[in-house]
């Protein structure tokens, strides 16, 4: 409340923030949570899927869970697909809004406060105390804590003021909840003319709902509106009656997600796989690691940059080779024509790769680097494989 002071202000209520906040207050410290918007939820852009072990580290409510899915059918740019369904790997497509909530309960729970329709417009950091400058209700507010936590969402303007750098590339995703019928499992599509670079989805939450999304680097409303027009969709679209909503994501990490009594979590550090733009679990461990770091150093009662810059180096130690790898691969992905992307999917089919990578260690649905590996390994032996059955074919042994 104004004019309280704080061990820990949080800036937004998006699952990071929540999260971090829920573990601070478990661990005794005063927090507050401040949301531009008026509740928590509100107009979020998010298909809400995540692991069933990520949805479980949350330790919320399971019937925020709309669907589950072991399987999902991978379309072509020709339109052809590839079904693959694992029982090991099991995905929950959430209720992002309700999600949201129930974390932020949780938090509430153990004594957080929230407060609505307050943006922090900015941070300035003294020897002994953080001040949020706050609008709130068109009047301006101070609020005083001990450190800051940014949760702000992909939003750089308070980080760059900070002098914590920046994520300059992003792409966009855009969505829109239809009612349709006959799509029963995840479908999803490569084809750089619908979603240049990135991929579109559909996604069932209940027998007539469905999420159509898709990911771009640019103009992703304009190409989510053709999508709906093309033969996979339209006719499968009952009604319309939703918006489309669209959001940034950050493709790489803040240059430094720490400073003197400051730490920055979730999209707002670039806890993001770059190859789905899933934010949801990295960001979820990038939380755990901010309220560890930063709860042992509220009890140290040092909050100085070099005590906290150990938080960046534990969160890059978990996920920073997975951020840089799916970087790597998507950028890869983006320069491919239609027409490579179609060969790529013949030798997943025809050469029994997708099979192989189904039934290795190496599938999971949080961690991609180890698969993006072996489809590597499988894509470039793919033609030398070829070669030698050919071979064998034509002298007959
Ligand atoms: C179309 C689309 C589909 C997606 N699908 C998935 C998916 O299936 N699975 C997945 O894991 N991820 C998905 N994501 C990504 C996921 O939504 C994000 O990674 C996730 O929301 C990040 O959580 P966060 O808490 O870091 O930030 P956010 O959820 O963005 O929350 C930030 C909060 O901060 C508030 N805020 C911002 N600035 C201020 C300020 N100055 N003062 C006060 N409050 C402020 C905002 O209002 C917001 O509530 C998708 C994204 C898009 C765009």
Same mark, same amino acid.
């Given at each position: 409340?104004?004019?309280?002071?704080?061990?820990?202000?949080?800036?937004?209520?998006?699952?990071?923030?929540?999260?971090?906040?829920?573990?601070?207050?478990s661990?005794?410290?005063?927090?507050?949570?401040?949301?531009?918007?008026?509740?928590?939820?509100v107009?979020?852009?998010?298909?809400?899927?995540? !692991? *069933?072990?990520? +949805?479980?580290?949350? #330790?919320?409510?399971?019937? @925020?869970?709309? =669907? %589950?899915?072991? !399987? *999902?059918?991978? +379309?072509?740019?020709? #339109?052809?697909?590839?079904? @693959?369904?694992? =029982? %090991?790997?099991q995905?929950?497509v959430?209720d992002?809004?309700?999600?949201?909530?129930?974390v932020?309960?949780?938090?509430?729970?153990?004594?957080?406060?929230?407060?609505?329709l307050?943006?922090a417009?900015?941070?300035?950091?003294?020897?002994?105390?953080?001040?949020?400058?706050?609008?709130?209700?068109?009047?301006r507010?101070?609020?005083?804590?001990?450190?800051?936590?940014?949760?702000?969402?992909?939003?750089?303007?308070?980080?760059?003021k900070l002098?914590?750098?920046e994520?300059?590339r992003?792409?966009?995703?855009?969505?829109?909840e239809v009612?349709?019928?006959?799509?029963?499992?995840?479908e999803?599509y490569?084809?750089q003319?619908?979603?240049?670079?990135?991929?579109?989805w559909?996604?069932?939450?209940?027998?007539?709902?469905?999420?159509?999304?898709?990911?771009?680097?640019?103009?992703?409303?304009?190409?989510?509106?053709?999508?709906?027009?093309?033969?996979?969709?339209?006719s499968?679209?009952?009604?319309?009656?939703?918006?489309?909503?669209?959001?940034?994501?950050?493709?790489?990490?803040l240059?430094?997600?720490?400073?003197?009594?400051?730490l920055?979590?979730?999209?707002?550090?670039?806890?993001?796989?770059?190859?789905?733009?899933?934010g949801?679990?990295?960001?979820?461990?990038?939380?755990?690691?901010?309220?560890?770091?930063?709860g042992?150093?509220?009890?140290?009662?040092?909050?100085?940059?070099?005590?906290?810059?150990?938080?960046?180096?534990?969160?890059?130690a978990?996920?920073?080779?997975?951020?840089?790898?799916?970087?790597?691969?998507?950028?890869?992905?983006?320069?491919?024509?239609?027409?490579?992307?179609?060969?790529?999917?013949?030798?997943?089919d025809?050469?029994?790769?997708?099979?192989?990578l189904?039934?290795s260690?190496n599938?999971?649905f949080?961690?991609?680097?180890?698969?993006?590996?072996?489809?590597?390994?499988?894509?470039?032996v793919?033609?030398?494989?070829?070669?030698?059955?050919l071979?064998?074919?034509e002298?007959?042994l």
């Amino acid at each position: 409340m104004p004019g309280q002071f704080y061990d820990v202000i949080i800036v937004g209520a998006g699952p990071a923030g929540s999260y971090t906040a829920y573990r601070l207050a478990s661990s005794g410290y005063s927090v507050a949570v401040l949301e531009q918007k008026e509740a928590v939820g509100v107009g979020v852009c998010c298909t809400g899927i995540v !692991s *069933a072990e990520c +949805f479980d580290s949350f #330790g919320v409510n399971p019937e @925020l869970i709309l =669907n %589950r899915a072991n !399987s *999902a059918k991978f +379309f072509s740019p020709s #339109g052809k697909y590839l079904r @693959l369904q694992d =029982n %090991r790997v099991q995905v929950c497509v959430l209720d992002r809004a309700s999600f949201d909530q129930a974390v932020a309960r949780k938090a509430q729970a153990v004594g957080v406060d929230y407060l609505f329709l307050s943006r922090a417009t900015d941070i300035v950091i003294e020897r002994d105390k953080a001040l949020v400058e706050i609008s709130h209700h068109s009047s301006r507010e101070k609020l005083t804590a001990r450190a800051v936590i940014l949760a702000n969402g992909f939003n750089p303007r308070l980080s760059q003021k900070l002098n914590l750098g920046e994520v300059k590339r992003f792409a966009i995703g855009a969505q829109i909840e239809v009612e349709a019928g006959d799509v029963d499992e995840v479908e999803i599509y490569f084809n750089q003319r619908i979603a240049p670079g990135f991929f579109a989805w559909l996604v069932p939450t209940s027998a007539s709902r469905v999420l159509v999304g898709l990911l771009s680097m640019s103009h992703a409303k304009l190409c989510l509106q053709k999508f709906l027009l093309s033969p996979y969709c339209q006719s499968r679209i009952v009604r319309k009656e939703d918006k489309i909503k669209q959001k940034a994501i950050p493709l790489g990490t803040l240059p430094r997600s720490y400073g003197n009594r400051i730490l920055v979590v979730g999209d707002a550090a670039g806890q993001v796989k770059p190859t789905t733009g899933g934010g949801i679990y990295f960001g979820h461990l990038g939380a755990k690691i901010a309220a560890e770091v930063l709860g042992e150093a509220l009890s140290d009662g040092d909050l100085s940059i070099a005590r906290l810059s150990c938080y960046q180096r534990q969160w890059k130690a978990k996920m920073g080779e997975e951020i840089s790898l799916g970087y790597w691969t998507r950028r890869a992905y983006s320069k491919l024509s239609d027409r490579q992307v179609e060969r790529i999917f013949n030798m997943f089919d025809s050469g029994g790769i997708a099979r192989t990578l189904l039934d290795s260690p190496n599938l999971s649905f949080d961690w991609h680097s180890r698969l993006i590996l072996a489809s590597l390994r499988h894509v470039l032996v793919y033609p030398l494989r070829k070669a030698w059955h050919l071979f064998h074919k034509e002298v007959g042994l």
